[in-house]
């Protein structure tokens, strides 16, 4: 990637993030910004092998789906590559599916090298790493980052233990072999006990298995039900996160035969994976 390409990465992931609500370093809650900012966020437990996100442009809408099985740590890092792909690339290309390989940066195509650039540059950017170390790691410049600080890296970006180690050898802030030490580390001593131990937040190393499904989602599945798009049971499971049933929304339905349910679901992708 360009360096001249990277900077304009640079620019528009600040440009999302001064929008956005800040601890002192990191961003507070990015599914809630997610939201606040225009974007139709659908969060579903699809399951640990299904894919881990897309993006999609409906209409006038850009919808970004996240796999909430995965660790929370790891939804998040795919929240933020979905975004960038929403940012970087919706001109061009309608959608982008995302699993393992194109998160975990294994993937050879540019625009999701670019996706997970933003990602890093949104979650971790370099003023604000720099600062954390100067005034939360004491006498970092001699004694350099233990695992315990990694943590500390963790809880306060909200990133995962990986994601802070590729970001802190990009940034240039420790080496190959620092970065190998400290992974052993991590094996040996266990995120969730390092975590635990320097206060920060557990949650980041369990998946979340959040659901939420933005209200006007109704009408896309009813519409898809009456089109003979999905089955009844996917329909029932759908209402069921907002608390309703199918009489809720009977005058909204139209007949159709049992016969009529052996389609899959759409919309959503596959709950039933």
Same mark, same amino acid.
């Given at each position: 990637?360009?360096?001249?390409?990277?900077?304009?990465?640079?620019?528009?992931?600040?440009?999302?993030?001064?929008?956005?609500?800040?601890?002192?370093?990191? +961003?507070?809650?990015?599914?809630?910004?997610?939201?606040?900012?225009?974007?139709?966020?659908?969060?579903?437990?699809?399951?640990?092998?299904?894919?881990?996100?897309?993006?999609?442009?409906?209409?006038?809408?850009?919808?970004?789906?996240?796999?909430?099985?995965?660790?929370?740590?790891?939804?998040? &890092?795919?929240?933020?590559?979905?975004?960038?792909?929403?940012?970087?690339?919706?001109?061009?290309?309608?959608? &982008? +599916?995302?699993?393992?390989?194109?998160?975990?940066?294994?993937?050879?195509?540019?625009?999701?090298?670019?996706?997970?650039?933003?990602?890093?540059?949104?979650?971790?950017?370099?003023?604000?790493?720099?600062?954390?170390?100067?005034?939360?790691?004491?006498?970092?410049?001699?004694?350099?980052?233990?695992?315990?600080?990694?943590?500390?890296?963790?809880?306060?970006?909200?990133?995962?233990?990986?994601?802070?180690?590729?970001?802190?050898?990009?940034?240039?802030?420790?080496?190959?072999?620092? /970065?190998?030490?400290?992974?052993?580390?991590?094996?040996?001593?266990?995120?969730?006990?390092?975590?635990?131990?320097?206060?920060?937040?557990?949650?980041?190393?369990?998946?979340?298995?959040?659901?939420?499904?933005?209200?006007?989602?109704?009408?896309?599945?009813?519409?898809?039900?009456?089109?003979?798009?999905?089955? /009844?049971?996917?329909?029932?499971?759908?209402?069921?996160?907002?608390?309703?049933?199918?009489?809720?929304?009977?005058?909204?339905?139209?007949?159709?035969?049992?016969?009529?349910?052996?389609?899959?679901?759409?919309?959503?992708?596959?709950?039933?994976?």
């Amino acid at each position: 990637m360009l360096d001249s390409r990277k900077r304009e990465i640079r620019i528009k992931a600040d440009s999302f993030r001064v929008k956005c609500k800040i601890s002192r370093y990191g +961003i507070i809650d990015l599914f809630k910004e997610c939201e606040r900012l225009g974007y139709k966020l659908l969060r579903y437990p699809l399951g640990e092998n299904a894919d881990l996100g897309f993006t999609v442009k409906r209409d006038n809408d850009i919808v970004i789906f996240t796999n909430s099985c995965s660790r929370l740590s790891r939804e998040i &890092f795919t929240l933020a590559h979905e975004i960038g792909h929403a940012i970087l690339h919706l001109a061009d290309t309608d959608s &982008f +599916i995302d699993d393992h390989v194109t998160i975990n940066g294994r993937s050879t195509d540019i625009k999701e090298q670019e996706a997970n650039y933003f990602a890093a540059c949104l979650l971790m950017p370099s003023d604000d790493v720099g600062r954390f170390l100067d005034l939360e790691i004491q006498n970092f410049p001699e004694k350099g980052l233990s695992a315990m600080d990694i943590a500390r890296i963790m809880s306060e970006f909200s990133v995962s233990f990986d994601m802070a180690l590729n970001r802190l050898e990009s940034l240039g802030i420790i080496d190959s072999n620092q /970065k190998l030490r400290l992974d052993n580390e991590k094996t040996e001593k266990r995120v969730g006990n390092l975590l635990r131990s320097v206060g920060g937040n557990a949650r980041l190393n369990v998946p979340g298995n959040g659901i939420d499904i933005p209200y006007e989602y109704i009408d896309y599945v009813i519409y898809n039900y009456n089109h003979n798009a999905i089955p /009844k049971e996917t329909l029932e499971r759908v209402l069921a996160c907002y608390q309703l049933s199918i009489e809720d929304i009977s005058d909204k339905l139209i007949e159709r035969s049992d016969d009529d349910d052996d389609e899959l679901d759409d919309l959503i992708g596959g709950l039933d994976d």
